[in-house]
């Protein structure tokens, strides 16, 4: 897959709308206060100025409930680039 084609997938709102959705918030400034960051962070995520790191998606795992996997494919990462040593599989 080109870096074009997974740019052109990669969309945090629906993320971010899922979220709001599955912990029941309103708006995108409580879903900052859930995630213990500043609105502007969320803001410049759903603007595209800013992406989803590790840190960001670990909040989000750990406030909603639903796993790394799950919210990575939310945002569009269908890349399966995490290593595993030899003899472990994965699930």
Known sequence: MTDLHMQLQYDPNRLLDTL???M???????????L??????V???RH???TVGATMLIRMHDESGLSIR???HLMGDYCDNSFMPPG???K
Do not use: C, F, M, Y
């Open 36 to 41: 213990k960051v500043s609105p502007p962070v």
């Open 43 to 45: 803001s410049k995520i």
């Open 70 to 72: 799950e919210l990575r």
């Open 88 to 90: 472990i599989s994965k």
């Open 20 to 22: 709001l959705d599955h």
């Open 24 to 34: 029941g918030l309103k708006n995108d400034a409580a879903l900052a206060r859930r």
């Open 48 to 50: 595209l100025t800013l």
